[in-house]
Nanobody
Framework: QVQLVESGGGLVQPGGSLRLSCAASGISFRNTEMAWYRQGPGKERERVAAVSPGGSTYTADSVKGRFTISRDNDKGTVHLQMNSLKPEDTAVYYC?????WGQGTQVTVSS
């Protein structure tokens, strides 16, 4: 059974930082591209960042220079370091592996 469990969301002031984590089980983690998506209020779900099995990364233009994705193949985890957060980053953030989704973690950026 595939499980993707996100953690690390919360409330942060503009300009602050958060680090999201996703722990994966039930998949061949080392051979799977991992990605983070987000869905803000009234918006479509969008791809934020991805990391290939070999470590190549993709980052959406909207977060480039502020967000960094990384993976730990030994632990089966993927992280999203989010710096210089803006109110428009407020969303539910989802971890994705192949066709599987986590339950999401809420990130709220507000003063």
């Amino acid at each position: 059974q595939v499980q993707l469990v996100e953690s690390g969301g919360g409330l942060v002031q503009p300009g602050g930082s958060l680090r999201l984590s996703c722990a994966a089980s039930g998949i061949s983690f080392r051979n799977t591209e991992m990605a983070w998506y987000r869905q803000g209020p009234g918006k479509e779900r969008e791809r934020v960042a991805a990391v290939s099995p070999g470590g190549s990364t993709y980052t959406a233009d909207s977060v480039k220079g502020r967000f960094t994705i990384s993976r730990d193949n030994d632990k089966g985890t993927v992280h999203l370091q989010m710096n210089s957060l803006k109110p428009e980053d407020t969303a539910v953030y989802y971890c994705k592996a192949a066709t599987y989704w986590g339950q999401g973690t809420q990130v709220t950026v507000s003063s």
